[in-house]
């Protein structure tokens, strides 16, 4: 059975105090893996697709990197506007649209 | 993002209404996706639509309905509910040829009373 787990669960940082995030996952055939940001209430907001091990992707204070067996989203000198839920998705199997598995999310909260 | 729209944005119901949620895309994609958030769970997914066709219903019970009359549009129809269907209902989209990038809409949050 595809699973995803992320760490921590949630995550307290400083304004400035660069860190990381992880997603770990168990699946056969991997297609894609995806992150996401979410705000309280509202729907996922999309950041990165990583399609294969060694890829790397950034955007602003974001980079998402992935290995075989996790991908890490590094997050460098975080805003206070960074705070939010981060979810990692991934996508299995061969037929297209189908198989999506969602982690738990890590709750980051940055403080000014 | 306003690429995906859902309408309406919050809903109650009591357990013997009859409700639907509508969901409509302005991206030109062709597969079309119903989740489930509640709280402290990871999203559930819940159907798949490719190209107006049924693919992946994750074992859903059949109070929940869904309806793909074309590529844009999408609704999940409700009738007798039960309080652990409450939940922020999300709906995503993507282009399954060239990427399977799913982009949300807003979510609608729906409490059964």
């Known amino acids: 059975e595809d699973q995803v787990t992320q760490s921590p669960e949630a995550l307290r940082l400083q304004e400035g105090e660069s860190s990381s995030l992880n997603c770990s996952y168990t699946?056969?055939?991997?297609?894609?893996l995806f992150w996401y940001r979410q705000d309280p209430g509202k729907g996922p907001e999309f950041l990165f697709t990583?399609?294969?091990a060694g890829e790397e992707k950034e955007k602003e204070r974001l980079k998402a990197t992935l290995t075989k067996k996790e991908s890490f989203l590094h997050i460098t000198a975080p805003k206070p506007e960074d705070s939010a839920t981060y979810l990692c998705?991934?996508?299995?199997?061969?037929?297209?649209?189908?198989?999506?598995?969602f982690g738990p999310g890590t709750r980051l909260s940055v403080l000014p | 993002e306003t690429g995906v729209t859902q309408t309406p944005r919050h809903l109650v119901m009591g357990m013997t209404n009859k409700k639907s949620l509508k969901c409509e895309q302005h991206?030109?994609?062709?597969?079309m996706y119903w989740y489930k958030q509640s709280a402290k769970k990871p999203l559930e997914l819940m159907f798949v639509?490719?190209?107006?066709?049924?693919?992946e219903n994750n074992s859903v019970p059949s109070r929940f309905s869904p309806e793909c009359p074309n590529s844009s549009h999408l609704f999940l129809h409700l009738h007798t509910l039960q309080p652990e269907d409450s939940a922020l209902y999300l709906c995503?989209?993507?282009?399954?040829?060239?990427?399977?990038?799913?982009?949300f809409g807003p979510g609608t949050r729906l409490t059964v009373l």
């Open positions: 998705a991934v996508q299995a199997g061969r037929n297209y649209g189908q198989n999506f598995v």
């Open positions: 699946v056969s055939g991997l297609r894609g």
């Open positions: 639509y490719n190209f107006k066709e049924q693919t």
């Open positions: 991206l030109g994609h062709n597969a």
């Open positions: 990583l399609y294969s």
């Open positions: 995503a989209s993507s282009q399954v040829i060239k990427s399977d990038t799913q982009y």
